[in-house]
Antibody, heavy 122, light 108 residues
Framework: QVQLVQSGAEVKMPGSSVKVSCQSS????????INWVRQAPGQGLEWMGR????????ILAHKFLGRVTITAFDSTGTAYMDLSNLRSDDTAVYYC???????????????WGQGTLVTVSS | DIQMTQSPSSLSASVGDRVTITCRTS??????LNWYQQKPGEAPKLLIY???SLQSGVPSRFSGSGSGTDFTLTISSLQPEDFATYYC??????????FGPGTKVDIK
């Protein structure tokens, strides 16, 4: 059974950084592109960015340019998302998800981690 | 960036009802539209991809249609386990993706 297991909840001060990990197990997901999606309390899903291993360069939503670093799965099958200069409105559950190229050339997010709650508070 | 809207933002329905949710994009995306279901405290789950293809293991009461800018998710006979929030997502604008704002389906 393929799984993505994320690191535990974090509480951070405004202005600091957080690093969330996403480890694949039970399959060969480590060669897949990985996406990061967040969800603020009571809000919808917000796509943050993705990294395609063969390209190596992260692709970020414009609002996260300069604040987010995404790494592909390493030799241990772990990927990371680093968010800097945290603000209170960064409080959210952060999900990793891997892509699959389906028929008709459509990309889907098929496997998801369980989510990591990041709370930003002074 | 491709913008997405969903309607309604929420709806109340009864078990057995037929439910239709609409997703609209700011530019044509062919059939590059996926639908996800999310229950409280859980990660999203893929239901429909490429506008109308049913993901493996998803009940056949779920169906999708549309192309271009207008898409629809239909639940033919709502079941108790279907009360959730539904999101559309486009992958046409790759390398960047977008989610719709979501539609919450709750019990009438």
């Amino acid at each position: 059974q393929v799984q993505l297991v994320q690191s535990g909840a974090e509480v951070k001060m405004p202005g600091s950084s957080v690093k969330v990990s996403c480890q694949s197990s039970g399959g060969t997901l480590s060669s897949h592109s990985i996406n990061w999606v967040r969800q603020a309390p009571g809000q919808g899903l917000e796509w943050m960015g993705r990294i395609i291993p063969v390209l190596g360069t992260p692709i970020l939503a414009h609002k996260f340019l300069g604040r987010v670093t995404i790494t592909a799965f390493d030799s241990t099958g772990t990927a990371y998302m680093d968010l800097s200069n945290l603000r209170s409105d960064d409080t959210a559950v952060y999900y990793c998800a891997t892509e699959v190229l389906m028929s008709f050339g459509v990309i889907t997010l098929n496997h998801w981690g369980q989510g990591t709650l990041v709370t930003v508070s002074s | 960036d491709i913008q997405m809207t969903q309607s309604p933002s929420s709806l109340s329905a009864s078990v057995g009802d037929r439910v239709t949710i609409t997703c609209r994009t700011s530019e044509a995306i062919s059939r590059s539209l996926n639908w996800y279901q999310q229950k409280p405290g859980e990660a999203p789950k893929l239901l429909i991809y490429a506008a109308s293809s049913l993901q493996s293991g998803v009940p056949s009461r779920f169906s999708g249609s549309g192309s271009g800018t207008d898409f629809t998710l239909t639940i033919s006979s709502l079941q108790p386990e279907d009360f959730a929030t539904y999101y559309c997502q486009q992958s046409y604008g790759a390398p960047r993706f977008t989610f719709g704002p979501g539609t919450k389906v709750d019990i009438k």
